[in-house]
Structures are given as C-alpha cells and as structure tokens.
C-alpha cells in the first residue's frame, strides 16, 4: 500500500470513530435525559461540552503542528478519544459524563485538527480534491453507523455501550500504527516555539468561547426555570468585548493563535464563514428531529436511528463525486449549490406536522445530507489547496474550527431557540415534561426553530457564491 494510501486509511479510522460516536450520542440524547434524570439545558451539554472543548482547542493543536508535529498529535488524539470514550461509558451521574466528554473531545479536537492536514502533507496535489473526498466517505460512514448502531444498543442494550463500541478500534490503531503516525508532518527542529505559544490569546479564545455558548444555552431557559446558569444574562455585555479583546490581541501577535489577517483575503473568509453556517444548519436538524420523531411521532430508538442515517447515507454517495468535480471546476458553483438544497431541506422542515408521511421526512433529510456533501469537500480543497505545507497544519485547524463553531452555535442556538418557543407556548414547561398533549405547542416551537435557521442558510448560500473565483486560479486547481 502506498504511503498516501496508507495515512488517508489512518486518517479515516480516526474520522469514523468522532463522527460516529458524535452521531450516536445525538440520537441517544432523549434517553439520557430521561436515564440520568437531567433537564434539556442539562443533558445539552452532553453534546455542548464535546463541541465547546473541539472548538477551544483546535486553533492550539493547529499553533503546535509545527512544533510537535501533525502524525504525533493525531496518533495522541487516538489514545485520548479512545481514554475518554472508556470514561464516558463508566459514567455514574450526568455530571460525569459531562466530563469524561471532555477527555474525548480533547483526542478528537488532536484529530480533527491535523486530518486534513496529514491528507494535504501526504497526497498528490492534483487529486487532493480526491483525497479529502474519501474522508468524506469515512465521515458518512461515521455518521450512518451511528444512528442505527445507537437506536439498536439503546432499544436492546445499554447506553453505555454507545461509547464503549469505540475502545476497541482506538485501542488497535494506537497500538500497530501510532509509530507510522508519528513520522508524518514531523517539523525539522521537535518541540522548538512551544514556549512562543500566544497564551494571552488563547485564554482570550475559551473566554469568548464558553461566555457566548453559556449565554446561548442559558438566556433562554432562564424565563422556565430551567436555566443552569442563572445568572447568564449578566454576562450579555462581556461577551462582545471578550470577542474584541481577543482580535485586538492576535492582530498585535508575531505568532498568533488566530491568524486574523489571514481573513482579510475574501475567498479564504467567505469558505470560513460557509463552513461554520453550513454546520449550524446541519446541527439545527440533528439536535431537534431526534426529539421530534421520538416524543411527537413516538417512534422507538432503533427506528430513529434509520431516519436520521438518511443524511450520511447521502453524504456517502455524493462526498466522493464532490471531491472529483471541485478538481475539474473548483469550488464556488459546488459549494454553492449544495448549501441551496440545504436551505430547500430547511424549508420542507418547516412544514411538518404530526402526522407528516415518513416519506417526506426522509426526503428533506436526504437532501440535508446531498447539500452537505456537495459543500464540504469541494470548500476544504479550495482552502487548502493555495497554502504552502508548513501553513496546512494551522489551515487544517481553522477549516476544522469553523466547522465545530458551526456545530457549538448550531447546538445552542437551536436549543436556545426552541426552549424559549416552546416555554412561551406551554406557560414555561421544559421539553422533558413533554406529553402528548403539547404536540401542538411542540410543532410550533420547531416551527420556529427551523424558520430561523432557513435564514442561517441562505446567508450561507450567500457567503458561499460571494467568495469569487480563487486567487490560485481554481478552476485549473493543480
């Protein structure tokens, strides 16, 4: 097996093994409310303290690729996903697996970070395009696995199990191929500028971070009852200053966290911004329709979980023929195209009922997951195409960064959302107290919850086209 061959099969074990387990837990998430007795701004952070900890970290693990190196800190993140997901399934109380979750994180956030990255160290440039397609078949396959395997673990099992399918694979891959790991994207001097690391930013970073996610995830249970941080709202005014503070900072750096100025280039800002509104679409639907064909449609987990594969059964198809047109076209009509039938997935969703035909469910969803497939591989090749290879560790980080903010804000911007629509609806019930009586207050906050995130995806439509033509003459992408 060649060596690219061999670093893109590497590469695909550790992206199957995230987004699997990601997908699980999205689906698990009704059950373990009601298992470990949390409310849904509690159970929330099952997903939110995964997504906050990937987010924070990246831009580190992308600053230090150049100093540990991108094959060491991916097989790290190997043994630290595999610790965190033991963890996770020992768990004894919510709280707990709030914290394993983020041990896992941690070795995902090391993966995500520098997977492309390795793709873009070892692979021929002329089928990079290609290459970062096949990872978007281990994606999908991630993905499709999960919902099923967890509806099936959860229906006839246990829902520790749901993390403990992932030990055994971490454990295989550190053990044989780590050493094969740690000789790709070696830098020429280890270890040196470690002590350079901009420390001021990156406390900056988790401040801004974690400040914006709280206030999302707690402002709006805090008219219920519900919110576990009370005293959120007094932290409204910080949050923008955090956010200034913070880009003032990096702007006076040598070697910043965040290279800002990179995002004065219009083509590098506007993929960035798609990616990140791309995913808060995609996470407005995985984190709601889970609840709406559990509680409203009564659905058994095991049949969740065949629903929500209808999007990476689609990802695994279009991913791959994506990444092949992005070679011959480039970026900006694919990608375009694709958040379009995003937004039309959106739209259709705003129009279900309790009743809705389960054909009409799967059809919205499964044009979810073409839409997504058409943009992620075709707008992460664009990225990465143009910088040199020293540059892709920190080019890798941030593709991957804007696409986990996607999902933090996508997560708690849809439970914000519908939490405060359906208090107003129901006299301030929480959605754990849902019965069948409320599915008509149920629908209209879900209603609501999708309309908003239409709009998220035509500005994302919009961001996409208007990021022009590459500077490095795409179209005849090398």
């Known amino acids: 097996m060649q060596r690219h061959h061999r670093i893109l099969l590497l590469v695909s074990i550790g992206v199957f093994m995230s987004t699997m387990d990601s997908s699980m837990v999205n689906v698990a998430l009704p059950t373990l409310m009601k298992v470990l007795g949390g409310s849904l701004a509690m159970t929330e952070w099952v997903v939110l303290m995964y997504l906050l900890t990937v987010t924070v970290t990246l831009l580190f693990w992308g600053s230090l690729s150049g100093s ?169 005014p910080a949050v923008p200053l955090l956010w200034l503070l913070f880009v003032v900072h990096e702007l006076r750096q040598k070697r910043p966290l965040l290279p800002v100025r990179l995002f004065r280039d219009r083509f590098f800002a506007m993929a960035m911004l798609s990616a990140m509104l791309s995913f808060v679409v995609l996470f407005f639907v995985l984190l709601l329709m889970p609840f709406y064909l559990s509680s409203v449609r009564g659905f058994p987990p095991d049949q969740v979980g065949w629903f929500m594969m209808a999007v990476p059964l689609c990802v695994f198809f279009v991913a791959p023929l994506a990444g092949r047109l992005h070679d011959r076209i480039g970026a900006r009509i694919i990608a375009s195209t694709g958040l379009s039938i995003c937004l039309c997935s959106l739209l259709l969703l705003t129009r279900l009922t309790a009743d809705t035909p389960a054909f009409y469910i799967i059809t919205a969803l ?113």
């Open 68 to 236: 540990i190196g991108q094959g060491r800190l991916y097989s790290r993140g190997i043994a630290f996903f595999t610790a965190g997901s033991l963890f996770c399934s020992l768990a004894p109380s919510l709280g707990f697996l709030i914290g394993a979750r983020f041990v896992q994180a941690t070795g995902a956030s090391m993966m995500m970070a520098m997977g492309p990255a390795l793709i873009n160290s070892s692979y021929p440039r002329k089928h990079l395009g290609k290459g970062l397609g096949m990872v978007g078949i281990a994606t999908s396959l991630g993905l499709m696995t999960g919902p099923v395997l967890s509806g099936l673990l959860l229906r006839w099992s246990h829902w520790r199990f749901i993390f403990l399918v992932t030990v055994p694979v971490g454990l295989l891959v550190y053990i044989f191929y780590g050493k094969t790991l740690t000789s790709v994207g070696s830098p020429a001097r280890p270890f040196d500028g470690i002590r350079r690391f901009d420390l001021a930013g990156g406390g900056l970073y988790l401040l801004a971070v974690t400040a914006t996610v709280v206030l999302l995830t707690s402002a709006g249970k805090g008219c219920c009852g519900h919110s576990p941080f009370p005293w959120s709202w007094y932290i409204l």
């Open 366 to 478: 499964a044009l979810l997951g073409v839409g997504q497939a058409m943009f992620l591989a075709p707008n992460s090749a664009a990225a990465l195409a143009g910088v040199a290879h020293d540059k892709s560790g920190i080019t890798s980080s941030l593709l991957a960064t804007s696409r986990n903010m996607g999902m933090l804000l996508g997560t708690a911007l849809a439970g914000f959302i519908f939490a405060h629509a359906y208090g107003n609806l129901t006299g301030g019930l929480d959605i754990r107290e849902y019965t069948p009586d409320q599915v008509i207050p149920f629908i209209g906050a879900l209603h609501q919850t999708f309309v908003v995130g239409s709009w998220i995806g035509l500005v994302a439509v919009l961001s996409s086209w208007l990021r022009g033509q590459s500077p490095n003459s795409e179209s005849s992408a090398p």
